[in-house]
């Protein structure tokens, strides 16, 4: 199972990159004009405005470039590699395995990252972000991508890539609207921050791990039946 890891990680290694550097622009730009902010506003105590422009920022990171594990499905078709794969001594546990492993590695590096940058700003800013906001952010975003990448791979299998990315984009653009609205309602104090902690601490994680689970059992049997 570990080469097939390293594999799917060999094939999107360049767009991670890529992605990772394209991703600390917007950060960077925040971290520039984060002292003017501050500064027109009288350096605010846990200012919403500022700490949803942070998670954002935690949402650009995280979601558009995890996505490209999916190419690591479509290279699978393309170049062959799954006829080549049934003459290998690998069960259908490990041939899934390793893409939802590849998943929770590429989500957790780039959710990190996304982490390490809202940390950098709470030290440069201490009182003016939200902290529960900024550390919480970026590991519910991930959970969210888990959630929206996981079924991508036995959908995959069974109706096409191709019909497979046209749901995932429907389900991000989807999300993100619902993010919005969620945002905006938690900073009017329209939604109690007790059932905003039960979902995130909550509902997410145990979405994440359950989606995982039936993705990997209904990949796992798209792949006995094919072979």
Request: charged fraction near 10%; hydrophobic fraction near 55%.
């Amino acid at each position: 199972m570990k080469g097939l890891i390293l594999k799917d990680l060999y094939t999107i290694r360049t767009q991670i990159i890529v992605g990772a550097i394209i991703c600390l622009y917007p950060a960077v730009l925040f971290h520039l004009g984060l002292a003017n902010m501050i500064g027109e506003m009288g350096n605010p105590n846990g200012e919403p405005l500022l700490s949803f422009i942070t998670l954002l920022i935690s949402y650009c990171f995280i979601v558009p470039f995890s996505s490209f594990l999916l190419n690591t499905m479509k290279s699978d078709y393309e170049s062959g590699w799954l006829k080549i794969q049934r003459t290998m001594p690998l069960n259908a546990g490990e041939a899934i395995g390793s893409k939802l492993i590849c998943t929770g590695i590429v989500i957790g590096c780039f959710a990190l990252l996304a982490l390490i940058v809202n940390v950098i700003c709470l030290i440069r800013a201490p009182g003016v972000f939200i902290t529960e906001i900024l550390i919480a952010g970026p590991i519910c975003i991930g959970l969210l991508q888990i959630i929206a990448v996981a079924p991508c791979f036995p959908l995959g299998m069974k109706i096409g890539v191709r019909k497979t990315d046209g749901l995932y984009l429907t389900f991000v653009i989807l999300t993100a609207i619902i993010l919005i609205i969620f945002g905006f309602a938690a900073f009017s104090n329209e939604i109690p921050i007790s059932t905003i902690r039960i979902i995130c601490y909550g509902v997410l994680p145990a979405a994440a791990a359950l989606v995982t689970f039936v993705s990997y059992k209904a990949g796992k049997n798209q792949i006995v039946k094919d072979l």
